[in-house]
């Protein structure tokens, strides 16, 4: 529970949030508790559960367009381990992989996720350009 709050004020920032009335502030913490509670959810799954597939938490967008950036390299047809993405994804947001460090921590993957979200954007608005032709 106190992971949970971590990530709630420090990694989603809640208590710098500065709205004016106490409507608009329900709505932004119900998306952030959300957002703390999918990032606790990949740190904990990610450490007891590392063989399952990705897709249990990532959407096929997502983890294709951190596959790409990451390996520089088309994604596979079938998805990585949630263990491999998590350490991806945690690498985006500082996390080093070296051979004897720890599994990634909260703060690595919710800065990852942030970025992770910019490369499935990029990658989409990439796909639209693609299929349009522009005179």
């Given at each position: 529970?106190?992971?949970?709050?971590?990530?709630?004020?420090?990694g989603?920032k809640?208590?710098?949030?500065?709205l004016?009335?106490?409507?608009?502030?329900?709505p932004?913490l119900?998306m952030?508790?959300i957002i703390?509670?999918?990032?606790l959810?990949?740190?904990t799954?990610?450490?007891?559960c590392p063989d399952?597939?990705?897709?249990v938490?990532?959407?096929t967008?997502e983890?294709?367009a951190a596959?790409?950036?990451?390996k520089?390299?088309?994604?596979?047809r079938?998805?990585?381990?949630?263990?491999?993405m998590v350490r991806i994804v945690?690498?985006f947001?500082?996390?080093?992989?070296?051979?004897?460090?720890?599994?990634?921590?909260?703060?690595?993957?919710?800065?990852g996720?942030q970025?992770?979200?910019?490369?499935a954007?990029a990658?989409?608005?990439?796909q639209v350009?693609q299929?349009?032709r522009?005179?």
């Amino acid at each position: 529970m106190e992971l949970f709050f971590k990530i709630l004020k420090s990694g989603c920032k809640v208590e710098e949030l500065q709205l004016e009335h106490f409507d608009r502030l329900e709505p932004a913490l119900a998306m952030y508790m959300i957002i703390a509670w999918r990032v606790l959810l990949l740190t904990t799954l990610g450490r007891a559960c590392p063989d399952l597939p990705c897709e249990v938490v990532f959407e096929t967008e997502e983890w294709q367009a951190a596959y790409t950036v990451a390996k520089k390299a088309p994604p596979p047809r079938t998805p990585p381990s949630l263990g491999e993405m998590v350490r991806i994804v945690a690498c985006f947001g500082g996390y080093l992989n070296r051979k004897h460090d720890g599994f990634p921590g909260s703060q690595t993957l919710w800065i990852g996720l942030q970025r992770v979200q910019d490369f499935a954007l990029a990658l989409a608005a990439q796909q639209v350009s693609q299929k349009r032709r522009y005179v």
